[in-house]
């Protein structure tokens, strides 16, 4: 098992089950790709990482992941408030993904940024999650 593939599955549940997100976001545009978005605005599941944790056992860790926003405007209000969606579906979230516990998950930064052809915007949410593997 990859936590960090876990974490990513079970991210993008919730978001796709958040419907105030899916009013921004539809649930087909929150996908695992690499590269610019064909439709916008897009939620694009973008880097992971899983660091070992100091247990003798080797079962806990720290799993990353980045989540790409992308939107088609000038500034960056729809990539603040696709943020905002994202924190509420998964800060109060409760985790139940298989092999794991989740000790506990934080959005750890969120980085908007404009694009240089003036024309979208693009945001960067770095979630952190503590899991142990269980049998």
Do not use: C
Request: aromatic share 4%; proline share 5%.
């Amino acid at each position: 098992m990859e936590p960090s593939l876990e974490l990513q599955k079970a991210v993008r549940g919730k978001l796709v089950a958040a419907s105030a997100l899916v009013a921004l976001v539809p649930a087909k545009s929150i996908r695992d790709a690499s590269g610019l978005p064909v439709l916008y605005p897009s939620i694009l599941i973008g880097e992971g990482q899983t660091v070992a944790g100091n247990d003798i056992a080797r079962r806990t860790h720290e799993a990353y992941l980045d989540l790409h926003i992308w939107t088609e405007e000038p500034g960056l209000v729809t990539s603040k408030q696709i943020a905002g969606a994202i924190r509420a579906a998964l800060i109060d979230a409760i985790w139940s993904i298989p092999g794991l516990h989740v000790a506990d998950l934080r959005i750890a930064s969120s980085r908007f940024l404009r694009d240089p052809d003036g024309r979208h915007s693009h945001g960067v949410i770095s979630i952190n999650a503590w899991v142990k593997e269980v049998a």
